[in-house]
């Protein structure tokens, strides 16, 4: 244990008093240089969203830049992320229309700032996905909290990173018509939410792909077409799947739908593992759907329904992130990292290998 590194640098009035409590603070690793902020920036950004236990003690650390964590915090993971160079940030969300009056605004701000410091964490993700109007208080506010969470956390942690999560593409998707031109540029980057299409792209009452391929790509275009760095993206890629029941499951393997399953909460969500499992006892196998390029596979219920699974997997990830560098993107990442099989079964260690790898094929 030892004395934390955090005690020198200018100050806000707002967090002098707390920056003076936490120079007295311990820290929590064997090397107390490990308390100290990353402040090194990777040329290739490979971000990870953990959610619980200790599976990150399995997680290719080759790869993994930052680590966001929708956990609490474990001291334990950021003295081991620390010592691999990796970042480990917060994850951030607050309701706009608390926001909308900046003092408002700076509390939140300063609280998280506090906390991240007195955690010896790397930054914040803001994780707000609020529908908003173009124009309205909410807008603008929202743009004002990325700039100003941004330039708090970048002055009080050296080196710290503020990160905010965009859906798949910048059109209003599910009514967040937010300023993404802006928050782009006021931020280090925004990680894409490159899933949950399907209820947008069902021209039919049959169940689709999370993540479809040309989808997935054309937003995209749509954000560097808007003058977005591309070295501002980061692609997400889903690690779970979605499960639908069928009224009527076609010869052509479409899976025609109850029309409440259009509505997200109708669509079950599943891990890449237990997918994994389920389908080794499916009625189809696996099926690769060229279109969409995503697989599927269908399987009857104990009560005798038919269900089909539409999922991603290496070959359906690799795909999209080819485009990373094609496209000269930041990086990749997931939601989320604990969707694997971490245990020492042969079959499933396989399986998580090649999840990892799809990232850099």
């Not at 690690?239 to 899976?255: H, M, Q």
């Amino acid at each position: 244990m030892g004395l934390s590194p955090k005690c020198t640098g200018a100050l806000t009035p707002l967090l002098f008093f707390m920056k003076m409590l936490l120079c007295s603070a311990l820290c929590p690793c064997s090397d107390p240089a490990l308390c100290k902020p990353i402040t090194e920036t990777r040329d290739f950004e490979v971000f990870v969203f953990h959610v619980r236990e200790k599976n990150w003690l399995f997680y290719d650390w080759t790869q993994v830049t930052t680590v966001a964590t929708f956990a609490e915090y474990e001291p334990d993971l950021m003295c081991f992320a620390h010592s691999k160079g990796v970042r480990y940030v917060l994850a951030g969300d607050v309701s706009l229309k608390d926001i909308v009056d900046p003092k408002n605004r700076t509390s939140w701000i300063t609280q998280k700032v506090e906390l991240a410091m007195r955690q010896f964490m790397d930054g914040l993700n803001l994780d707000i996905e609020e529908p908003v109007l173009k124009g309205s208080p909410q807008y603008y506010a929202l743009t004002a909290l990325v700039q100003e969470t941004t330039e708090a956390f970048h002055k009080e942690i050296p080196g710290s990173q503020v990160t905010f999560d965009v859906p798949w593409a910048p059109n209003c998707v599910a009514a967040r018509c937010y300023n993404y031109t802006g928050i782009a540029d006021l931020c280090d980057f925004l990680f894409v939410m490159s899933y949950d299409m399907p209820p947008q792209f069902l021209t039919e009452w049959v169940a689709g792909a999370n993540s479809p391929y040309n989808e997935t790509l054309t937003g995209y275009d749509q954000f560097i077409n808007l003058g977005i760095n591309p070295k501002k993206l980061v692609m997400g890629i889903p690690w779970y799947g979605y499960d639908y029941v069928c009224l009527e499951l076609t010869k052509d393997n479409k899976c025609i739908l109850f029309k409440e399953s259009l509505l997200e909460s109708a669509a079950q969500q599943v891990g890449y593992s237990t997918i994994m499992k389920q389908l080794n006892s499916s009625l189809s196998g696996r099926i690769w759907d060229d279109f969409q390029k995503s697989p599927f596979f269908n399987y009857k219920d104990t009560e005798g329904l038919v269900h089909q699974l539409w999922y991603d997997d290496p070959e359906s990830i690799s795909l999209k992130a080819a485009y990373v560098p094609k496209r000269s993107l930041r990086g990749i990442g997931m939601w989320q990292a604990d969707c694997l099989d971490y245990s020492s079964d042969p079959v499933a260690k396989k399986q998580t290998e090649m999840m990892w790898k799809a990232l850099r094929p």
